[in-house]
Nanobody, 125 residues
Framework: VQLVESGGGLVQAGESLRLSCAAS????????MGWWRQGPGKSREFVAA????????YYTTSVKGRFTISRDNVNDMVYLQMAGLEPEDTATYYC???????????????????WGRGTEVTVSS
């Protein structure tokens, strides 16, 4: 299984960014997908998740209304559209896969089936 994130970068506060995650080596439609992040000096935390077809989505409170998770089951991709970025969103963002969307939301991290290596997002004020 391989999850490869892309799309990170340096942006100014208020700007937008879209992260992508390319999945391979798994039956993509059988898995819920999610995004976690780890800011400087912080623990990794849940950001967003969606079920197998993307019809059910879940977000941590701090990103609701600003971030949108979506997926493409034809091309085995998952996306995180981030708008209204704030310096507090600065983190390494990780793509994750698991058959249980609840596990993607709640962890624990070492129980989640697969992780990507992360992509860095820096938001300047």
């Amino acid at each position: 299984v391989q999850l490869v994130e892309s799309g990170g970068g340096l942006v100014q506060a208020g700007e937008s960014l879209r992260l992508s995650c390319a999945a391979s080596g798994l039956a993509f439609r059988n898995y819920a997908m999610g995004w976690w992040r780890q800011g400087p000096g912080k623990s990794r935390e849940f950001v967003a998740a969606c079920n197998w077809n993307g019809n059910s989505t879940y977000y941590t409170t701090s990103v609701k209304g600003r971030f949108t998770i979506s997926r493409d089951n034809v091309n085995d991709m998952v996306y995180l559209q981030m708008a209204g970025l704030e310096p507090e969103d600065t983190a390494t963002y990780y793509c994750a896969a698991d058959q249980l969307v609840s596990r993607l939301q709640l962890g624990p991290m070492d129980s989640i089936y697969s992780w990507g290596r992360g992509t860095e997002v820096t938001v300047s004020s």
